[in-house]
């Protein structure tokens, strides 16, 4: 019964610590179910279902188009879930499809309050489940957070599209000594604070920034400001009135909109999300860019596996080759010359 699930549990519980503050991908519908077939009633297993841990907390993801359908599947999932993880205190469902847009925010369907904090690498991160259609916290950039507290000592930090500042908050406890978080939501940047409240950073070396991202840069360039380390995790499309991102036909655009902020030597640390760009392509167009000598691919962060998927649980490959890459998140370290 269930074997899928029971399988990816089976590979996830080295990631299940005693206290139950961790955060990760328990089931990775996507990569690791049994097709769906075409005209079969709801299934557990079907790729539209994903399931996270956060803390004590079992977010439920139902992305399938059907929404009376993907809410049998999600009932199903949420009871075998409860019954294998009896230390799991709350579970919140998101539907994609449904029409009403407190559900695609999230629900809760079992227990009371959703956890607000997770513990990753030693540091707690403040998060709200309900507040945004996403977790508030993104689980397949945990290794650039081990990366930034490992490598931001001393430096100057711009996290740009910094939503609820995570990236940021690592820096700041890796020992960065000015961290400038930037996003349009105020409202997301208040979970940063929180965050670094949460681990008795010195919030006087961070500073929240509401705001367009082209037009900080503006005036960032304008005061002849330069950061040791740029931070750009866009989403995939977005326009605003300061200018355009599109991740996926103008993939480096906005990696040349934040290079003049860099000093020499300095780090640029780019995320590029989208599904259905192919890995390769994107390896090419920053290729293209490093060919003058003045970026340099330093390194390709990978995705967790928790979030990959496991060579013994992958089942289904992604819908576009996203190699070099490990995952359609693709990250990727550049270090910056001045001319």
């Not at 299934?43 to 139902?62: E, F, H, K, N, S």
């Not at 929404?67 to 409860?82: F, N």
Request: glycine share 8%; charged share 20%; proline share 5%.
């Amino acid at each position: 019964m269930l074997p899928k699930l029971r399988q990816a549990i089976a590979a996830r519980t080295h990631l299940i610590n005693a206290d139950h503050t961790a955060a990760f991908r328990l089931f990775s519908g996507f990569y690791e179910s049994v097709p769906a077939v075409v005209g079969a009633p709801a299934v557990v297993g079907v790729p539209d279902v994903v399931a996270d841990i956060y803390a004590r907390t079992l977010l439920l993801w139902g992305y399938g188009d059907n929404a009376e359908e993907m809410e049998k599947t999600l009932t199903k999932v949420r009871q075998y879930l409860l019954d294998q993880l009896p230390w799991v205190e709350c579970v919140v469902q998101k539907q994609r499809s449904a029409a009403d847009r407190a559900q695609q925010r999230g629900v809760v369907t079992f227990g009371d309050s959703p956890a607000q904090r997770v513990k990753e690498h030693g540091l707690w991160y403040s998060v709200d489940l309900t507040m945004n259609q996403d977790a508030s916290f993104y689980l397949d950039t945990r290794n650039l957070r081990r990366w930034l507290i490992d490598h931001a000592g001393g430096w100057s930090v711009y996290n740009a599209f910094a939503y609820t500042g995570s990236l940021g908050v690592a820096a700041l406890a890796g020992g960065a000594s000015r961290v400038v978080q930037g996003d349009l939501n105020r409202q997301f940047l208040e979970l940063a604070r929180t965050g670094g409240m949460l681990n008795r950073l010195d919030i006087g070396k961070m500073k929240l920034m509401a705001g367009d991202f082209f037009k900080q840069v503006a005036q960032f360039k304008g005061s002849k400001t330069l950061f040791d380390c740029v931070i750009i995790d866009p989403p995939i499309f977005s326009t605003t009135r300061g200018g355009t991102v599109d991740l996926v036909n103008e993939s480096t655009r906005v990696i040349n909109k934040a290079r003049p902020l860099i000093r020499d030597a300095g780090r640029l640390i780019v995320i590029n999300n989208a599904l259905f760009l192919n890995g390769a392509e994107y390896a090419r167009s920053l290729d293209k860019l490093c060919a003058d000598g003045y970026l340099t691919i330093e390194e390709l962060i990978p995705v967790p596996r928790d979030i990959t998927g496991y060579p013994h649980t992958i089942t289904n490959p992604p819908p576009t080759n996203p190699a070099p890459f490990n995952h359609s998140t693709k990250i990727v370290v550049l270090r910056v010359k001045r001319k």
